[in-house]
């Protein structure tokens, strides 16, 4: 049994930051590639940015200079640095990770955080 448990969402003013954790937990043996997503309002889900094992970060243009995603393997857990945010960032963030377990790779997903940017 593989969990994701997301933290660290929250009301933030525009310009502000916030930071979001994803922690992974249960029968692991390797985790490879792990990730953040966002659904907005009357939006598709799309993806913010991923982070390879070994540490190479992917982001969506739209997050580019602005959001950080780190990664801690010993801890297996993924972090999100957001910062200048802006309303239109207002969504649900997903962790996403893909994750060995025994001999197979498996397709987790965690609960959602919401991030709402407002003043």
């Known amino acids: 049994q593989v969990q994701l448990v997301e933290s660290g969402g929250g009301l933030v003013q525009p310009g502000g930051s916030l930071r979001l954790s994803c922690a992974a937990s249960g029968s692991i043996f390797r985790i490879n590639l792990m990730g953040w997503y966002r659904q907005g309002p009357g939006k598709e889900r799309e993806l913010v940015a991923v982070?390879?094992?070994?540490?190479?970060?992917t982001y969506a243009d739209s997050v580019k200079g602005r959001f950080t995603i780190s990664r801690d393997n010993a801890k297996n857990t993924v972090y999100l640095q957001m910062n200048s945010l802006k309303p239109e960032d207002t969504a649900v963030y997903y962790c996403?990770?893909?994750?060995?377990?025994?001999?197979?790779?498996?397709?987790?997903w965690g609960q959602g955080t919401q991030v709402t940017v407002s003043s």
């Open positions: 982070i390879t094992s070994g540490g190479t970060a």
């Open positions: 996403r990770a893909f994750i060995v377990v025994t001999t197979k790779t498996n397709d987790y």
